[in-house]
């Protein structure tokens, strides 16, 4: 029996172990001919090398900067942080007593997180770009690191909300030479911020800002290098996909700077430039980082950096990002991008290269966390039939194992069916709520969007759907999409504050509806909320199994009442967080659906301002 703490109304469904089937048995390098032969050109072992030196640079002069000023240094902390997470993540050396010195430092020291002027700079100076440069750094280490610094996390992602202006980006009023670059780095940071808020919550209310800051994104057209670098790397953390505009040509305008010499210009931009290249899906495959990262190798100084003094900080800070990306192994997925539509039969080609030596002993394909298929050496290839899939999100992931038993992978999400519509979100003030959603529509293929907000009434123990108080064309067009309710049905009339539900209905060029999607909503401010209803929310954890704690995301998770009726149904996110927000005082089941897994319900009480414990077991077949 495990015990399960639940406040506020809060469930927490936590460890067990997953039975899988054992790895092919490979052999090892030395042993058969056949698996060396088939081994892939070697990948590139200097560019680990050179980033584990900008890391051990980077930790030696931001520690000597705190101990040296006492105080959280903005960007010296955050990009530090961020690089030294990406870093843990692909495996590289790193000391956690360095990176613990210097979370205390964004934490506990003068302008810390922490601290009573939270992230600042001398107090109540600059905290637009202070925060939003320590937000997207405890953004990388709460997703690649761990969990100790999530409060702080979502923290700073509501403070970033007050400087959202309305058009979506962030406001900073700051710009200082190539560290700060302005409105289209802090909205980026943002981005990071909020969207791993929600990763680790499961609450809504962080994709509406989300969507928002992507909107203006779209509709930039900057000339500078850095700003296209970060004008794509705030895409990209939105959710944008490589072949959804207007990421194709920003990505060529990048790819066209590049000089002969492998750079762009300096080792800051070409660090910025690999960074947001890797994010679209470029490898070290790609012959255009292949150069540029022999540009950075080939220029990094002895001691670790690539310049002196203060500017010489943040290049090595981005000259380090530009590196860290390299993992153990190089594992790249050929015949679909990230966040496409699956076709009839999708032909998929995995290729690990190995970035240490040591060789690729084998490669694994799963998708929606069941292997499909393996191979002993550095290459699998697999044909998916999708004709009998459901409508739905879809996780391909391929993960190379070395000779000494490390791993690398690469990690895809793809649509099949009528799933244009993801992401939806919804915020209020009490005097208007956005409702807000990623569409994945391409361009050329011609739709409409309307969004419908229903009053709320109690059937059988769970609110559904009632009049329709209030309609309105939602977007025409593919990617943010924003819609706002005014709190007034469609004679101007101001309709009462409370719960509602708001539908999203897509429909083709037809006028055929293809896909609805509803959420329920509090249209009043969160502490009205707060007080009258209650939530229910927890994090599921799996261990065990090739795929472990990652298999936790896309679960479909219900809330169920005590008549057996589904009250509410979520997708668990990334992290495998989920969240039921605006529920009636009673008594509750959790129930997890996943393929692959069993899992027994969890008996859970929800009540606003009230604490509640349940137990309960979890097992998995």
């Known amino acids: 029996?495990?015990?399960?703490?639940?406040?506020?109304?809060?469930?927490?469904?936590?460890?067990?172990?997953?039975?899988?089937?054992?790895?092919?048995?490979?052999?090892?390098?030395?042993?058969?001919?056949?698996?060396?032969?088939?081994t892939p050109e070697r990948g590139d072992p200097k560019a680990r090398e050179s980033a584990q030196r900008g890391l051990e640079f980077l930790v030696r002069e931001a520690t000597a900067w705190q101990n040296t000023n006492k105080c959280y240094g903005c960007h010296v902390h955050s990009v530090t942080l961020e690089a030294l997470s990406v870093g843990i993540h692909n495996q590289y050396d790193l000391s956690r007593t360095a990176l613990d010195t210097l979370l205390e430092g964004m934490t506990k020291l003068s302008g810390g997180s922490r601290t009573p002027d939270g992230l600042s700079y001398q107090h109540s100076s600059l905290l637009q770009p202070s925060r939003a440069f320590g937000g997207a750094a405890f953004?990388?280490?709460?997703?690649?690191?761990?969990?100790?610094?999530?409060?702080?996390?979502?923290?700073?992602?509501?403070?970033?909300?007050?400087?959202?202006?309305?058009?979506?980006?962030?406001?900073v009023q700051y710009?200082?030479?190539?560290?700060?670059?302005?409105?289209?780095?802090?909205?980026?940071?943002?981005?990071?911020?909020?969207?791993?808020?929600?990763?680790?919550?499961?609450?809504?209310?962080?994709?509406?800002?989300?969507?928002?800051?992507?909107?203006?994104?779209?509709?930039?057209?900057?000339?500078?290098?850095?700003?296209?670098?970060?004008?794509?790397?705030?895409?990209?953390?939105?959710?944008?996909?490589?072949?959804?505009?207007?990421?194709?040509?920003?990505?060529?305008?990048?790819?066209?700077?590049?000089?002969?010499?492998?750079?762009?210009?300096?080792?800051?931009?070409?660090?910025?430039?690999?960074?947001?290249l890797r994010l679209v899906g470029f490898t070290d495959r790609d012959k255009q980082v292949s150069l540029g990262t022999g540009y950075?190798?080939?220029?990094?100084?002895?001691?670790?950096?690539?310049?002196?003094?203060?500017?010489?900080?943040?290049?090595?800070?981005?000259?380090?990002?530009?590196?860290?990306?390299?993992?153990?192994?190089?594992?790249?997925?050929?015949?679909?991008?990230?966040g496409e539509h699956v076709a009839e039969q999708q032909a998929l080609d995995v290729e690990a290269r190995d970035n240490q030596g040591d060789g690729v002993q084998r490669v694994e394909l799963f998708i929606d966390d069941a292997?499909?298929?393996?191979?002993?050496?550095?290459?699998?290839?697999?044909?998916?039939?999708?004709?009998?899939?459901?409508?739905?999100?879809?996780?391909?992931?391929?993960?190379a194992t070395s000779h000494k038993g490390q791993k690398s992978q690469r990690q895809l999400e793809v649509f099949s069916g009528n799933v244009w519509l993801t992401q939806v979100g919804t915020d209020s003030n009490g005097e208007s709520t956005n409702v807000t959603a990623r569409n994945l529509t391409p361009q050329g293929k011609k739709f409409s969007v309307q969004m419908n907000i229903s009053t709320v009434e109690q059937k059988d123990g769970k609110p559904v759907a009632g009049k329709v108080v209030f309609t309105a064309p939602a977007a025409s067009e593919g990617g943010a999409l924003k819609a706002e309710w005014n709190g007034k049905d469609k004679a101007g009339k101001v309709q009462s504050r409370g719960r509602y539900f708001a539908e999203l209905v897509y429909r083709d060029e037809a006028g055929?509806?293809?896909?609805?999607e509803q959420v329920l909503f509090n249209h009043d401010t969160a502490e009205a909320e707060a007080q009258k209803y209650g939530q229910v929310y927890g994090q599921l954890e799996l261990k065990g199994g090739a795929r472990g704690a990652a298999a936790a995301g896309n679960a479909q998770v219900e809330l169920v009442n005590d008549r057996g009726e589904v009250v509410q149904s979520v997708v668990s996110t990334e992290q495998g967080a989920y969240r039921f927000k605006n529920v009636d005082t009673g008594k509750y089941k959790v129930r997890v659906k996943k393929s692959g897994y069993d899992f027994d319900d969890v008996p859970v009480a929800a009540s606003p301002a009230k604490a509640a414990e349940a137990s309960g077991a979890l097992n998995a077949k």
Not at 2 to 29: E, I, K, N
Not at 314 to 337: F, H, K, P, Q, R
């Open 175 to 276: 710009q200082n030479g190539v560290v700060a670059r302005g409105d289209v780095q802090a909205t980026y940071h943002a981005i990071v911020t909020w969207k791993q808020a929600y990763a680790a919550s499961a609450d809504v209310k962080w994709l509406a800002p989300v969507q928002r800051a992507e909107g203006w994104l779209q509709k930039q057209k900057p000339t500078e290098t850095s700003n296209i670098a970060y004008v794509v790397m705030g895409l990209t953390a939105a959710g944008v996909g490589p072949t959804e505009a207007p990421m194709p040509s920003l990505t060529r305008q990048l790819l066209e700077r590049q000089q002969r010499d492998g750079g762009f210009g300096d080792a800051l931009t070409t660090g910025q430039v690999l960074y947001a």
């Open 139 to 171: 953004a990388r280490y709460d997703a690649f690191v761990g969990t100790k610094v999530r409060d702080d996390l979502i923290k700073v992602a509501g403070q970033l909300l007050a400087y959202q202006a309305k058009d979506g980006h962030l406001d």
């Open 1 to 38: 029996m495990t015990r399960f703490r639940v406040l506020s109304a809060c469930v927490a469904l936590c460890s067990f172990s997953v039975l899988a089937a054992p790895p092919r048995d490979c052999p090892g390098p030395k042993t058969d001919k056949t698996v060396a032969a088939a």
């Open 296 to 338: 950075l190798v080939s220029h990094q100084q002895k001691g670790g950096g690539w310049g002196g003094g203060g500017f010489g900080k943040a290049e090595a800070m981005w000259a380090v990002l530009g590196l860290v990306s390299v993992d153990v192994m190089t594992v790249a997925i050929s015949g679909m991008n990230d």
């Open 512 to 516: 055929n509806e293809v896909q609805r």
């Open 371 to 399: 292997k499909v298929a393996e191979a002993c050496g550095p290459k699998v290839s697999h044909t998916w039939d999708t004709r009998s899939l459901g409508t739905g999100k879809h996780v391909v992931v391929a993960i």
